[in-house]
C-alpha cells in the first residue's frame, strides 16, 4: 500500500493511442505528459478509463492481458470440489489446508489477481480519474453526456473490485480518494464488512443513476451491470459465513447491524428489479417452456448446444450477457483457453479436469438422479457390462442418457469433440485391452502425444472452450460472460426460499431446469428440499466459472465437499464389453479444509508494510 506506481508508461500509451498523423507537429513533448494533461483532453480521458477497465481483474505478471477475469490457465474452480488443476495443484493451498499470510499460493499472485489485494492498483488508478474527471473540458452537450457516463463506468469499475475484495477478505481498506504523494500510509485502517458494504451499495446506485441500459460499446458497462453486481453483493451477504456463522463478534468478517432476514429481503428486492426490466431487458438463452416428456437424443443435443452457446458466443451477445469481456485472435484482450484446458491428445495442455464426485451429480435427461450403483447396489467404483447388455441397455455407459448441461460442460471418453482422424473426432481417456495387449488412448496421461498433459481425473473441461478454434494454433474469441441474468434468477429464488417464500423461489429454479431441458421440481416442497435442491441447481449452472468458490464459503460447506481426487478409469475390450473403474486406491490430489481459510490472509508482504492493518481471524 505504500508504493505509487509511477504513470510514464501509461502516459506513453494513451498518447500513442489517440494522436493522429495529421496533428502531430502540435503535440506536447512525450514527457510533458502528466496526469493533469491526461484530464484536459476527453480523449485521453476515455483511453485513461480504458485502461481501468483492462485492469478490473488486477494486473498480470508481464502487465499485459489484464481483463482476463476468470479466464485463466489454472481456475478458481480449481479451488473447490469441482476441477484439478494438473499443473499446479499446490498453489491452491486453502483446499490443502495450509493457507497462512506466507502461503497464499495463486491467491496472493497475478493468477488470481482479480479476487486479491493486488486489485488496489486498479483502485487507485479509477480514484485517480473520479477526483479529475469533472474537471474535463467539454465543448459540446454530447461531451458533457460522455463524460457523465464515464464517470459512472469508473463507480462501476470501483464497485467490482471492492466487491470482490470483500467477497475475499471480508472488511477491507475503503480507500476513495486520489493518492497523495506524501499520504501517510501507515495510518489507515480496514474497514467494517458493514462499511465496505455500504460503499460498494452507493458506488453501484451512482453507476446505475448514470449509465444507460444500452448502446454502450460491448465490454463496457450498463445500467443492467451495475444493478446485477449490486445483487450479486447483496445475496452473498446474505450467507452463514457473515451472518454469525464465523467469528460472529469480529466487525471484520461478520456484519454487526441489521439482521440477515433484511438483508436477504434487499437481495430479492435488488434482483426482482432486474427480473422487472426495471435496466434493461434480459432473458435466458433458449425456452423456459417444459421440456418434452421423452426426449430423443437430438432433442438432448439441441438443449446442450443451446447452453453451450452461452460460452462460445462471438460478435453480439445474446440477451443473458449483462456484462463480460470479449476477446479476438489478434489484438485487445486474448486468451488461449482451447490451449490451456483442451484434451492433450489435440496438442493441449490438458487442465482443469472435472473429478468423479462432481461428474455424477449431473442428472440423467429424465430429471431423475445418476445413480452409478443402479446396475450393482453397494458398489460405487466400478461399473462393467458386456456388448450384448450395453446394446440392451445403453445408460450402463455412465455417460449415456445424462442431461443436457453435462455434455455442455463436460468432456468425457467417447465424447463428440474436434476432427481427428486418430479417434474420428471422439476424445479417448481410455484404454484398449486386447488380449495380454494394453493399448492407451490417445487423450491419457500414457498418449504417445504430451502425455504430461494428459488428465488426471479422467475428464476434460469443456465449458467455455471453442469448437471451432484450433487450440494449438490459434487464441480464443469467445466471450468471458462474467455477469449473466440466470445468476440474477438464481439470487432471487434463494432469497425467496430463505425467506419461506418456498413456491416462489422453486418457480424460478424450475426455468432454469427448463432452460436445461430439465423438468420440474417439486414448488410445494419444504424449505429444507428447497434449499438442496437450489445448491444442487445452482452448482450445476454455474460449473467450472468460479462460482463455486464464493458459494461454498458462503454457505459454510467447504469442510463437508472438499474432499482428496481420484482417478477415472475406463477399459474397452475387444469383445465389445467395457468397465468403469473409480480407482480410490490412491489419491491424485491430497486435499484437506480448515475454517480459517473461509476467509483470505492479508499476505505478509501487505502487513510488512502497513503493520497497522488487522489481519483476519486464525492467521497470525
Not at 483492462?54 to 469441482?82: F, K, Q, V, W
Not at 447483496?234 to 454469525?244: D, R
Not at 481410455?430 to 496421461?445: A, L, P, V
Not at 460472460?481 to 419461506?500: F, H, K, N, P, Q
Request: with cysteine; net charge negative; glycine share 8%.
Amino acid at each position: 500500500m505504500k508504493k505509487i506506481l509511477g504513470y510514464s508508461i501509461l502516459m506513453l500509451t494513451l498518447i500513442l493511442a489517440t494522436t493522429s498523423c495529421d496533428d502531430i507537429l502540435d503535440q506536447k513533448a512525450v514527457d510533458a505528459f502528466n496526469e493533469e494533461s491526461v484530464f484536459q483532453d476527453i480523449n485521453l480521458t476515455k483511453a485513461f478509463l480504458g485502461k481501468c477497465y483492462d485492469y478490473i481483474g488486477g494486473d498480470d505478471n508481464d502487465g499485459s492481458n489484464n481483463a482476463t477475469l476468470g479466464l485463466r490457465e489454472d481456475i478458481l474452480a480449481g479451488a473447490t470440489d469441482e476441477c484439478l488443476c494438473i499443473h499446479r495443484p499446490g498453489s491452491y493451498p486453502s483446499i490443502k489446508g495450509i493457507m497462512t499470510p506466507d502461503e497464499l499460493g495463486h491467491f496472493g499472485g497475478w493468477r488470481f489477481s482479480w479476487v486479491t489485494w493486488r486489485l488496489y492498483n486498479n483502485i487507485k488508478n479509477v480514484n485517480l480519474f473520479l477526483a479529475n474527471v469533472d474537471e474535463v473540458p467539454t465543448e459540446t452537450n454530447d461531451e458533457a453526456d460522455q463524460l457523465a457516463i464515464m464517470k459512472g463506468e469508473a463507480y462501476f469499475i470501483r464497485a467490482f473490485d471492492f466487491a470482490n475484495l470483500m467477497r475475499s477478505y471480508g472488511g477491507v481498506v475503503l480507500t476513495t480518494d486520489a493518492f497523495e504523494l506524501e499520504q501517510d500510509f501507515l495510518s489507515i485502517q480496514r474497514s467494517s464488512i458493514d462499511e465496505t458494504l455500504a460503499q460498494i451499495l452507493d458506488d453501484c446506485d451512482k453507476a446505475i443513476a448514470a449509465l444507460p441500459e444500452s448502446g454502450m460499446e460491448q465490454g463496457r458497462a450498463t445500467k443492467g451491470a451495475a444493478a446485477a453486481l449490486k445483487s450479486r453483493i447483496l445475496s452473498w451477504s446474505t450467507g452463514e459465513l457473515m451472518n454469525g456463522g464465523y467469528e460472529p463478534s469480529n466487525p471484520l468478517v461478520s456484519f454487526q447491524s441489521g439482521t440477515r432476514t433484511q438483508r436477504l429481503e434487499a437481495a430479492k428486492t435488488a434482483a426482482k428489479a432486474i427480473i422487472d426490466g426495471t435496466y434493461g431487458f434480459y432473458s435466458l438463452t433458449g425456452t423456459t417452456d417444459d421440456p418434452p416428456a421423452n426426449m430423443t437424443k437430438e432433442d438432448i443435443m439441441a438443449y446442450a448446444e443451446n447452453f453451450e452457446s452461452i460460452f462460445t458466443q462471438r460478435g453480439t451477445w445474446n440477451n443473458e450477457s449483462i456484462w463480460g469481456i470479449q476477446y479476438l485472435q489478434a489484438q485487445g484482450n486474448r486468451t488461449t483457453q482451447n490451449r490451456w484446458w483442451g484434451p492433450n491428445g489435440y496438442h493441449n495442455w490438458g487442465n482443469n479436469g472435472p473429478v468423479e464426485p462432481l461428474v455424477r451429480k449431473f442428472e440423467m435427461a429424465d430429471g431423475t438422479p445418476f445413480v452409478w450403483d443402479k446396475y450393482n447396489p453397494g458398489d460405487e467404483f466400478v461399473r462393467e457390462a458386456t456388448a450384448a447388455e450395453l446394446e440392451a441397455d445403453p445408460e450402463i455407459n455412465p455417460y449415456v442418457g445424462r442431461e443436457p448441461r453435462f455434455y455442455a460442460t463436460v468432456l468425457y471418453d467417447g465424447a463428440e469433440w474436434q476432427a481427428r482422424s486418430e479417434t474420428n473426432g471422439l476424445v479417448q481417456v481410455s484404454y484398449y485391452i486386447s488380449g495380454s495387449d494394453t493399448t492407451s488412448g490417445i487423450d491419457t496421461r500414457q498418449s504417445y502425444i504430451e502425455s504430461w498433459n494428459g488428465t488426471k481425473t479422467g475428464y476434460y473441461l469443456k465449458k467455455y472452450q471453442d469448437p471451432a478454434t484450433e487450440g494449438q494454433y490459434y487464441n480464443n474469441e469467445n466471450a468471458w460472460i462474467e455477469m449473466r441474468y440466470a445468476e440474477v434468477l438464481m439470487d432471487y429464488a434463494e432469497a425467496c426460499i430463505e425467506l419461506g417464500e418456498v413456491e416462489e423461489g422453486m418457480n424460478v429454479v424450475n426455468m432454469i431446469r427448463n432452460r436445461a431441458g430439465l423438468p420440474d421440481r417439486d414448488v410445494s416442497t419444504n424449505q429444507e428440499q428447497a434449499r438442496e435442491w437450489y445448491r444442487h441447481e445452482r452448482q450445476i449452472e454455474f460449473y467450472g466459472e468460479g462460482d463455486r468458490w464464493y458459494m461454498m464459503r458462503k454457505w459454510m460447506i467447504a469442510d463437508e465437499v472438499i474432499k482428496n481426487v481420484y482417478p477415472m478409469y475406463i477399459y474397452h475390450y475387444d469383445d465389445g464389453s467395457s468397465k468403469w473403474v473409480y480407482s480410490t486406491d490412491e489419491s491424485v490430489d491430497d486435499r484437506a479444509w480448515i475454517d480459517t481459510n473461509y476467509w483470505l490472509p492479508l499476505s505478509r508482504t501487505e502487513t510488512n508494510k502497513a503493520p497497522q492493518l488487522q489481519q483476519n481471524p486464525g492467521y497470525e
